[in-house]
Structures are given as structure tokens and as C-alpha cells.
């Protein structure tokens, strides 16, 4: 036929503006399944970080400057979580209706969260050097009040820094922004930009953690060979001993968590910076949301007050009288 019907035409997400982006044909069942499986993994990701939040807070045992910090990194999570199903409308359609100004704001707001992860994963691994390189120092070095201060300056300092990236980007600006096509939230920036993002979101918070981290696993190293040879040779392991091997613990545990994140965080950012296939920048950026519902399975497996707490805050056990002051680092329940 010489002509095609209204269904075969091309449609715009704009029909009234010439550059307009053009909409993707919808095909339902897919469509429903990819929908399904995100909000899946928002509630998932949504209700475990609560669990860590719940526990952190209201259990007064668990009051402590490490804590203070896997709290933050837990609210970070949450709030990933929470926007999953926005990032997926974002990234699998080709129209957002939503507007620039919003749009600067989501982009703000994801960037914001993406890099305060890291700077609570480098907070973490400065806590868990202070306590294994120099345990003696850390009770003074190291207190809740010291933590919490920190947390709030990485929080500022990522709300600062993303400002003044979205907004020297021109997500504000529309007079002076460049589209592929009208009617796209894509994060765009400019060569110069490009180079100091990738120092101060990959090279330097990433070479720090990996030079803490590889002291940290050395000296655990050192301080668990003293401690089997105390023990082979029959010698009493002091309290300080057993106190050290904890600490090592911990750092083992959150090297895991940190571990993780880069193997999902590094990729992206690589491959943002040098592959132009949108197909393969989602897919790794999506690898790096769904790491904010892994960290509450490390802590689940390897933290055995987590599954304490969690079961306390599922059975409602939390609302009795004085719950918040339960020792749950014991077999003692309510």
C-alpha cells in the first residue's frame, strides 16, 4: 500500500516540537515483567536497609562510631531504593514527561547518593585502620560524636560537589542545553568536567580505600600469626588479643561490603567514560543500585546481632518497655 496506517507512523514523545525524542513502540508483556522485577528489588532493597536502620537506632548496644557509619551507608541504600522505580522508567523509555527542572533534580539527587556511598565506604575504611593499625589510639581517635561529624561533612561536601556539577552542566539551564532529542533525562557533561569527575569519584576515594584496605589486610595478617602461635604454644590469649582478632573481624566483614561495591561501582564508570553503548552503561548502573540490597544480606550472613534485631523489629518485639537496652550480643531474648 501506498500508505501507512496511524499504528505505522512514527510517533514523538512531543509531536508538536521538531526535535522531539521519538517513542518506543510498547511491547506490554516485557514492559510488565521489567516493571515487576524493579519493584520487586525497590521493596526489597527498601526493607532490608530499614531493618539495618531500625536496628542501628534503637538498639543501644549497637551505639557505636562503626555503626554510626554502616547507618549512613544504610540510608543511602534506602533512598536508592526508593527512586529504583523512577531510574527504570528513566532508563528503559525513551520519553520523560516530567520536565527539565525535575529532571535536574532527580540527577542531582541520584549523583548525590551514588557519591555519598563511596564517601561512607571511605569513612569505613579510615574507622576499620584507626582500629586495626592503631588500636590504641582508636577509643580517643575514633569516638561517636568525631563519626557523626564526619558523616555530616561527607554528606555536605556530596551535596556541594554534585550541585555545582549538574548545575556548571547546564541540567538547569535550558536555554543553554545541547539534546540528542527533546524529551530525554540523559546526564551530560563536558570534557573538563569529565576529568575532574573521574578523579574525584573514582581514582582518589577508590585508591584510598584499596591503600587502607591492603594495610589493614596486612597487619590482620601479622596480628593472626602472633595469635595461633600464642595459641599452638599453649600461652594464655590475653583479652587484648581476642579484643584485636574481633577488630579484624569487622574489617574482614566491611572489606566484603567495600569489595563489592567497587567490583560494581569501578565498571561503570569505566565503561560510562569510554563505551557509548547505552545498553551496557545501563546495565552496569543497574549493577551498582542492586549492590544497595546486598549489603543487608553481608550483614545478615556474617553479623549475628543483624538476624537478632531483625527478628526483635519483624515480631513487634521492639515496641516493649525498655527493648532498646536489651544485650543482643547475647542468647538473651525478650
Not at 7 to 34: A, L, R, W
Not at 53 to 64: A, E, N, P, R
Request: aromatic share 12%; with cysteine.
Amino acid at each position: 500500500m501506498a500508505y501507512e496506517t496511524e499504528d505505522q507512523e512514527t510517533q514523538y514523545c512531543f509531536p508538536g516540537i521538531n526535535s522531539s525524542c521519538v517513542k518506543k513502540q510498547p511491547f506490554s508483556h516485557g514492559y510488565n515483567i521489567i516493571y515487576l522485577c524493579v519493584s520487586l528489588q525497590s521493596a526489597w532493597t527498601v526493607l532490608l536497609n530499614l531493618l539495618v536502620i531500625i536496628s542501628i537506632s534503637h538498639f543501644k548496644k549497637l551505639h557505636t562510631p562503626t555503626n554510626m557509619i554502616i547507618l549512613s551507608l544504610a540510608v543511602a541504600d534506602l533512598l536508592i531504593g526508593v527512586i529504583m522505580p523512577i531510574e527504570a522508567i528513566r532508563l528503559i523509555e525513551t520519553c520523560w514527561y516530567f520536565g527539565d527542572i525535575f529532571c535536574g533534580l532527580y540527577l542531582l539527587f541520584i549523583s548525590l547518593l551514588l557519591s555519598a556511598s563511596l564517601s561512607n565506604l571511605v569513612l569505613i575504611a579510615v574507622d576499620r585502620y584507626v582500629a586495626v593499625c592503631h588500636p590504641l589510639h582508636y577509643p580517643q581517635k575514633i569516638t561517636i560524636t568525631k563519626t557523626l561529624m564526619s558523616i555530616c561533612l561527607s554528606w555536605v561536601y556530596s551535596t556541594v560537589y554534585n550541585t555545582t556539577l549538574v548545575v556548571n552542566n547546564g541540567h538547569f539551564d535550558t536555554s543553554h542545553r545541547t539534546y540528542v532529542c527533546y524529551g530525554r533525562c540523559s546526564f551530560e557533561m563536558s570534557f573538563s568536567w569529565i576529568a575532574v569527575d573521574l578523579f574525584m569519584s573514582l581514582i582518589f576515594p577508590c585508591m584510598l580505600i584499596i591503600t587502607l584496605y591492603l594495610r589493614i589486610f596486612f597487619v590482620v595478617h601479622q596480628q593472626v600469626k602472633v595469635i595461633n602461635s600464642l595459641m599452638k604454644g599453649g600461652k594464655c590469649v590475653t583479652k587484648g588479643s581476642v579484643k584485636r582478632k574481633s577488630e579484624s573481624k569487622a574489617a574482614l566483614i566491611l572489606g566484603i561490603i567495600v569489595s563489592i561495591y567497587l567490583l560494581c561501582y569501578i565498571p561503570y564508570c569505566i565503561c560510562s567514560l569510554t563505551v557509548k553503548s547505552s545498553t551496557a552503561i545501563h546495565s552496569l548502573i543497574w549493577a551498582v543500585y542492586s549492590n544497595s540490597g546486598m549489603n543487608p544480606l553481608v550483614y545478615a550472613l556474617f553479623y549475628p546481632w543483624f538476624k537478632k534485631t531483625a527478628k526483635l523489629i519483624l515480631t513487634l518485639k521492639i515496641f516493649q518497655p525498655a527493648s532498646s537496652l536489651i544485650n543482643i550480643f547475647t542468647q538473651h531474648q525478650l
